[in-house]
């Protein structure tokens, strides 16, 4: 979705770097979410934000971190980027007005992160 | 918690045939229930979605079934077509999960000429 924007697109790093990946989106949700995405094992939530102040943890949040910087963008950083997090990253945004917890996400393009 | 089964993992199906994608659920407080498509080099895209108080849902060529008691709905797409080929995730989640939503493993579908 082009409202949902992440850079960079692609990144390779080498183990012990740290790596941040951002996310920005003109759609004007308060809700942002970090997912990873591993061959076979679908989407997998990292963390996740409802507004500037709140931060939450999601299932894989060991290892990275976020900051949410203004309601349109969200970044997602990697401390000491280790090789087993390689993979493709996922941003999304979310409106709570158009159905609360069961509202429709909206996906950036994604990142391909190569750690060596 | 929520834990989404997804199969198959890849499927290959005439031009013009139907495609089913099966999933199961297990926490019986999941009520919502999408589906996203993901084309090539793109992000997930919602395609259709159902509540746990509808049995089935119909878009066009795209339906999707929900039986409760067991726990388990499923895609289907009839009279495929090559656009059709993509990466299809389910996806479960609940009023009570603060959008949470818990993704099946996806499946690769082909559409073979």
């Known amino acids: 979705d082009a409202d949902v924007t992440q850079t960079p697109r692609n990144r390779i790093t080498k183990t012990g770097k740290r790596i941040m990946l951002e996310c920005s989106q003109t759609?004007?949700?308060?809700?942002m979410y970090w997912y990873r995405q591993d061959p076979g094992l679908g989407l997998q939530l990292i963390y996740y934000s409802f507004d500037v102040k709140d931060i939450n943890k999601g299932e894989i949040s060991d290892g990275y971190s976020v900051s949410r910087q203004a309601q349109a963008k969200f970044s997602l950083s990697l401390e000491s980027a280790i090789p087993n997090q390689t993979a493709l990253y996922f941003c999304a945004t979310s409106d709570p007005m158009t159905g609360g917890s069961l509202a429709e996400q909206f996906f950036g393009p994604g990142t391909r992160l190569t750690v060596l | 918690g929520e834990n989404v089964e997804q199969h198959p993992s890849t499927l290959s199906v005439q031009e013009g045939d139907s495609a089913v994608i099966k999933c199961t659920y297990s926490d019986s407080a999941s009520n919502y229930f999408p589906w996203y498509k993901q084309e090539l080099g793109k992000g997930p895209q919602l395609i259709i979605d159902i509540r746990s108080n509808v049995g089935e849902k119909k878009d066009q060529r795209i339906a999707v079934t929900l039986n409760k008691t067991a726990k388990h709905f499923s895609l289907h797409i009839t009279e495929t077509q090559p656009e059709d080929s993509a990466v299809y995730f389910c996806a479960a989640t609940s009023y009570s999960s603060a959008s949470k939503i818990i993704f099946g493993s996806g499946t690769r579908l082909s559409i073979r000429p």
């Open positions: 759609k004007g949700h308060d809700r």
